[in-house]
């Protein structure tokens, strides 16, 4: 079975620097997609970033990259100039290649941004 | 934008009552997924639907949960008896099928059930 891990619960960043939120995984699968996303305080979760596993260079959207190491299973969340609506709780996720549409998430870390 | 609906949005109930929630997802999305998300941890899924056919619902609590997905569109998930341990976020997701691949996921606001 797999299994998504998200070693910390709570992160901290000042506004403008940059933050990496941590991901581990574990699958036998070589086909496979992974995945963040973000849960406001009381508002509906979005998708932050998306990585096909056949796909070796990493994604990114605008201030959003993710390190995807696939030998070492670990697909980190580097948010740069953060801002103070970046606050929230994000998820990584991992979807099967087999097409279930199945989401395997992670137990979350809470990202706080201070002014 | 179009979006999943999600109603109603709290709901506060007894131990031992029945409980429903009701989704509508995206317009032409032919998959439909239950989640539930227990506070601080992440959403594990409950049933998933292609249409209106269950392709998974390994993880339903099949004595009191029930899903359906009458004429493939909206969806209502019921649970009977409602327990403590039920209190939880209830979310619901949709997605394109795209030549029998699942496209992103899209979530709902949600249903916080209280069960007391």
């Known amino acids: 079975a797999q299994t998504v891990t998200q070693s910390q619960p709570e992160m901290s960043v000042q506004e403008a620097e940059t933050v990496t939120l941590s991901c581990t995984y574990d699958?036998?699968?070589?086909?496979?997609?992974l995945f963040w996303y973000k849960q406001p305080p009381s508002r509906q979760m979005i998708l932050v970033i998306r990585q096909e596993a056949y796909k070796q260079q990493n994604a990114t959207e605008n201030r959003f990259s993710v390190n995807f190491q696939k030998a070492a299973k670990s697909f980190s969340l580097k948010i740069s100039d953060s801002q103070l609506g970046d606050a929230a709780m994000y998820f990584c996720a991992y979807r099967s290649g087999s097409n279930t549409g199945k989401l395997i998430f992670g137990q979350g870390t809470t990202l706080q941004v201070k002014p | 934008e179009a979006e999943v609906a999600q109603s109603p949005r709290y709901k506060i109930t007894e131990k031992s009552q029945a409980v429903a929630f009701w989704c509508d997802p995206i317009?032409?999305?032919?998959?439909l997924y239950w989640y539930r998300q227990i506070l601080g941890q992440g959403p594990e899924l409950l049933v998933q639907f292609q249409d209106e056919s269950v392709v998974d619902d390994s993880q339903l609590p099949k004595d009191r949960f029930s899903a359906e997905r009458l004429k493939g569109v909206d969806s209502t998930l019921k649970i009977q008896p409602a327990e403590l341990g039920d209190s939880a976020m209830y979310l619901c997701?949709?997605?394109?099928?795209?030549?029998?691949?699942?496209?992103?996921?899209?979530f709902g606001p949600g249903t916080r059930l209280l069960v007391l």
């Open positions: 699958t036998s699968e070589s086909d496979y997609y």
């Open positions: 997701a949709s997605s394109l099928r795209v030549r029998h691949v699942q496209e992103t996921q899209y």
């Open positions: 317009s032409g999305h032919a998959t």
